[in-house]
């Protein structure tokens, strides 16, 4: 397998040979062990509590306030949100503020009028913010809910 040639595999053929040799995959061996750059399991949601700042992670939550609309620098639109986690650990009827984290989406008009209040969300980005305070500025947001195995 460390030696069979990628031009061997039906389909790959010597441009797309090329185009994998860029990336420096010449065999089946590399291709199996050539891994993304990136990579984030969406099948394992991080708890907003456990949100590290600066890294990536992917939250499943439930919209706990109504998206607010700011005007800056003449056309610009900041809108903010907040989430909380879909199963918060809830004290006195409220989340704790460690269970809630303020979204931020930068001119995403079309984005911010189908968020409702009460709504599930899958929001893919880098949590930011210290202590109580957590933050992810210009998420993905998939439009279809992921289903997510246990």
Known sequence: MKNFPLTQI???????????????????????????????????P?????????ES??????????????????????????????DPK??????SPTDTVRVTLFNRKFLAASIKEGQELTLIGKAMGLGFFKEISSPNIPSQKISLSK
């Not at 919209?63 to 903010?80: A, F, H, N, Q």
């Not at 809830?90 to 989340?95: E, K, N, S, T, W």
């Open 46 to 54: 991080t708890p907003i509590c456990s949100l590290v700042s600066g």
């Open 90 to 95: 809830i004290d006195d009827g409220h989340p």
């Open 57 to 86: 992670a992917v939250v499943v939550g439930k919209v706990c306030s109504p998206v607010t609309e700011k005007r800056v620098r003449g056309d610009m639109l900041i809108y903010t949100f907040s989430v909380t986690d879909a």
């Open 10 to 44: 039906k389909g790959i053929g010597e441009k797309r040979a090329k185009v994998f040799a860029k990336l420096g995959i010449y065999t089946l061996y590399d291709l199996l062990n050539y891994f993304p750059r990136n990579y984030i399991d969406m099948t394992r």
